[in-house]
């Protein structure tokens, strides 16, 4: 039986998304069904393509006081991500822009031309004391519409003039491109990247990523970060119970076979409008364990959906979590990646020059 949003035309044709539906956003006043009009005219199937629309950024830098964050500002050059991936947190941010966190979500995205530049006038202020940004905390920066875009690029082009401390969390291998930015800054101890793998398995991972690099391109990501001097972390991230859990020994050998050194974990988050997407897609496409997985992570979230407090929101509680934590534990050892990583410098922080101002004496 497919768990398809019978408010969807059945015209419509989904290629290669996470979301099954496209339920409206929690903020809008009006809801928007499919109907027979009764016309009974033949309507020709359609593709579902993926828009991108302008936004032009007041500001950049996005301050967070969460504790269980180990960085205290990002930047988000776009919203919305084309990957698709079902799980993703960042889904429910979708209704904030009066649009839905399914297929809205995959499909309509906002890329923010400008914001290198709206950066740069924030890093010099005068007050402004440097501490390592995030990238990628939100949707991915090297998401496929980066390729034409080139919003990270020019994002890593003012952080490389400023000598500025940045952590990059990505799957995407668009990465790549910009090794040329990175690797100068990974030597001065200014850049380490996180690069997510939640499956070995490219099925599985076309099913919930199905958008996303193949886990083994990912692999080969890591390998010519690493070949380049770049620090990688593994991300195993989300593990989720009763369907990715089993692989994490796998998953650390193959990621530390790539060069990776030292690796972290996050239990699977469904905020929102995630549990329900989650749980229609788990019914279409595992009706075989859907059951038995959606229950486990109500175990690991108190009988929730989702805990979100802080310290509990991204390792879960109670037996199962533990042996999560457990077995993770033991493979990151087992495979060398159980190794904290250096900080990120931020006494290299200095204003580059611009054309006609005063060069300092000193």
């Known amino acids: 039986m497919s768990s398809r949003d019978p408010s969807l035309s ?7 998304r996470g979301a099954l539906a496209n339920e409206t ?10 109907f027979d009009d009764g016309w009974d005219l033949p309507e020709e199937e359609r593709l579902l393509r993926t828009e991108v629309r302008i936004e032009r950024p007041r500001s950049a830098l996005t301050y967070n006081r969460s504790p269980d964050l180990p960085f205290d500002r990002s930047v988000n050059p776009y919203r919305g991500c084309e990957h698709g991936c079902i799980y993703c947190f960042a889904r429910p941010s979708h209704a904030y822009l009066n649009l839905s966190p399914g297929l809205d979500f995959e499909t309509r995205l906002i890329a923010r031309p400008g914001i290198a530049a709206v950066l740069e006038r924030e890093l010099r202020a005068r007050s402004y004391r440097a501490a390592p940004i995030a990238l990628g905390t939100n949707t991915d920066p090297y998401q496929p519409i980066e390729a034409t875009h080139r919003l990270m690029r020019e994002i890593l082009e003012v952080l490389a003039a400023f000598r ?3 952590a990059i969390t990505t799957k995407g291998t668009l990465i790549e491109r910009d090794l040329d930015l990175l690797a100068p800054m990974a030597a001065e101890g200014l850049l380490r990247v996180g690069l997510s793998v939640t499956t070995l398995d490219p099925n599985l991972s076309r ?14 990501t890591i390998r010519r970060l690493a070949e380049a001097g770049v620090p990688v972390r593994a991300m195993i991230a989300p593990v989720i119970p009763g369907l990715t859990d089993s692989e994490l020994d796998r998953l650390l050998a193959a990621t530390a076979g790539a060069g990776a050194v030292a690796a972290s974990w996050i239990v699977l988050r469904l ?10 897609w788990a019914e279409e496409h595992y009706p075989d364990r859907a059951a038995k997985m959606l229950a486990r992570i109500r175990e ?23 042996l999560i934590a457990r077995r993770f534990r033991l493979a990151a050892a087992r495979h060398g990646l159980d190794r904290a990583q250096p900080p990120l410098r931020s006494d290299l922080f200095r204003p580059p020059p611009r054309p006609g101002d005063q060069l300092s004496l000193l």
């Open 10 to 16: 059945p015209t419509l044709r989904l290629r290669a």
């Open 25 to 34: 956003g929690r903020f809008e006043t009006e809801r928007r069904e499919a």
């Open 164 to 166: 500025h401390p940045v």
């Open 207 to 220: 099913r919930l990523e199905p958008r996303a690099p193949s886990p083994a391109r990912r692999l080969q």
């Open 271 to 280: 905020p929102r409008e995630v549990a329900p997407l989650l749980r229609a």
């Open 300 to 322: 690991i979230h108190g009988g929730r959906d989702y805990d979100p407090a802080f310290g509990k929101r991204m390792r879960g509680e109670g037996i199962w979590a533990d």
